[in-house]
T-cell receptor, first 112, second 115 residues
Framework: DAKTTQPTSMDCAEGRAANLPCNHS???????VYWYRQIHSQGPQYIIH???NNETNEMASLIITEDRKSSTLILPHATLRDTAVYYC?????????????FGKGTKLSVKP | DGGITQSPKYLFRKEGQNVTLSCEQN?????MYWYRQDPGQGLRLIYY???????QKGDIAEGYSVSREKKESFPLTVTSAQKNPTAFYLC??????????????FGQGTRLTVV
């Protein structure tokens, strides 16, 4: 079973920030939080990952709570091309990426 | 360009036939993986390999087989023993477990339909 829980779906207006929450209450100290997204009928695409500090890259920001039991992926200015399923995953420090357990993710619909 | 390539994109087979899905990467990654995805579902791990000539079963290995004779290649055979083979198959590659803090790269998938 997935170690994370996410809402099944979310809507966001084009140009607005999309905030996607994820609960990972059983995360252990050596586990990273990873985010991937999958556009329909394509392979998943890596977005960002973090351990305990907030992270930002050209695609998104990742905010991890102090107790590390939840996190939020932020797409600052969502576009129609950001419509996809977003997966939040935890993985051990030193663990195999192939053992990433994908849940059902959050289907984000960006609307004009 | 560096990347991971799956072929073909669409594949049709008759029931009872074995079929092999190709996955090639030129990223110099040690680890390679196969996932299966059914409609509306997440990805489930079939097999993974962290080094040449070695591979491990994932959560749903029954009815599948793999080989890892070369670092660049990790073909997946869907055998006639797989009860429900119609699905979207995804291959991924990454650095092995000793190399932390890295992401996995996915191919574009093969959609297999068994009729």
């Amino acid at each position: 079973d997935a170690k994370t829980t996410q809402p099944t779906s979310m809507d966001c207006a084009e140009g607005r920030a999309a905030n996607l929450p994820c609960n990972h209450s059983t995360i252990s100290g050596n586990e990273y939080v990873y985010w991937y997204r999958q556009i329909h009928s394509q392979g998943p695409q890596y977005i960002i990952h973090g351990l305990k500090n907030n992270e930002t890259n050209e695609m998104a920001s990742l905010i991890i709570t102090e107790d590390r039991k939840s996190s939020t992926l932020i797409l600052p200015h969502a576009t129609l091309r950001d419509t996809a399923v977003y997966y939040c995953i935890v993985n051990s420090y030193g663990g195999s990426q192939g053992n990433l357990i994908f849940g059902k993710g959050t289907k984000l619909s960006v609307k004009p | 360009d560096g990347g991971i390539t799956q072929s073909p994109k669409y594949l049709f087979r008759k029931e009872g036939q074995n079929v092999t899905l190709s996955c090639e990467q030129n990223l110099n990654h040690d680890a390679m993986y196969w996932y299966r995805q059914d409609p509306g579902q997440g990805l489930r791990l079939i097999y993974y390999s962290q080094i040449v000539n070695d591979f491990q079963k994932g959560d749903i290995a029954e009815g599948y087989s793999v080989s890892r004779e070369k670092k660049e290649s990790f073909p997946l055979t869907v055998t006639s023993a797989q009860k429900n083979p119609t699905a979207f198959y995804l291959c991924a590659s990454g650095l092995p477990r000793e190399r932390v803090n890295t992401e996995a790269f996915f191919g574009q998938g093969t959609r297999l339909t068994v009729v």
